[in-house]
């Protein structure tokens, strides 16, 4: 089946440098299309989809899929710190500059009268792994209080509502219906982070990204096209931990 798909969506004015396959999931029943932070696109269909159909649907969104994949391809190379006194940190959107402290077997990374303060790493990377452990932490426990009320909202109960390392991803939802936000994210303002936990609190209840799921998203939050643009632009300054 696969293989006829790939061959209707070949017959498209589909651009030569896109890199994009395809994958059958049994469980869904309509096309799915996702972007990758590369600009990669992996179209996911039904076992029994008809190619025709493919077709017609991918022709209809190809100008703002190729919008979406140039967006992502020009994006700018990822931010990198140097962990020096002064250099700025964001935190739920507030901003503070890091202050190098002695070590000592009670310091740890922390935020002091308007400081996040690192105590004094034997390497870039020791002192990136620390802060990020740090944006974890505090997100973990921030995160747990910030998802009651958008449960109860979006009108589902997730397994488990956590902040770690995703690589390239902003948020995840687990088959298991466990939700994990990437600790980056915790740099942005409040109502951003919201953006991306009830992208994937809606997906507990809906999968891929098509108009059912777009209708689970704007009921809980109206303003979601807004927040989405916000969020493109601020996305683009995370930081992941690259140090120098």
Not at 70 to 86: F, I, N, S, Y
Not at 177 to 204: F, K, R
Request: charged share 25%; glycine share 8%; hydrophobic share 45%.
């Amino acid at each position: 089946m696969s293989v006829s798909v790939e061959q209707a969506i070949a017959s498209l004015p589909v651009p030569g440098e896109w890199t994009w396959h395809v994958v059958v999931r049994p469980k869904r029943r309509t096309l799915g299309i996702e972007v990758a932070e590369d600009g990669g696109v992996l179209f996911a269909v039904p076992a029994d989809v008809d190619p025709a159909a493919v077709v017609a649907a991918v022709r209809s969104r190809l100008p703002r899929l190729a919008a979406e994949v140039r967006r992502r391809q020009e994006r700018t190379a990822e931010p990198v710190k140097e962990l020096v006194g002064g250099t700025g940190f964001s935190y739920l959107g507030r901003r503070y500059r890091l202050k190098i402290v002695p070590e000592g077997p009670d310091r740890r990374v922390r935020l002091n009268r308007g400081w996040l303060e690192l105590p004094r790493p034997r390497t870039p990377d020791e002192g990136a792994r620390q802060i990020a452990e740090w944006y974890t932490q505090c997100g973990n426990r921030w995160l747990a209080a910030r998802a009651v009320p958008w449960l109860t909202r979006v009108g589902v109960s997730a397994r488990a509502v956590n902040v770690r390392d995703l690589g390239r991803h902003w948020g995840v939802c687990e088959p298991s219906g466990a939700i994990a936000v990437h600790w980056a994210v915790m740099q942005l303002p409040p109502a951003l982070v919201d953006l991306v936990l009830v992208h994937e609190l809606c997906h507990v209840r809906v999968a891929g990204h098509g108009p059912p799921f777009r209708r689970e998203v704007r009921l809980a939050l109206p303003d979601v096209d807004e927040r989405e643009r916000w969020f493109a632009g601020e996305a683009l300054s995370l930081w992941r931990g690259a140090v120098r």
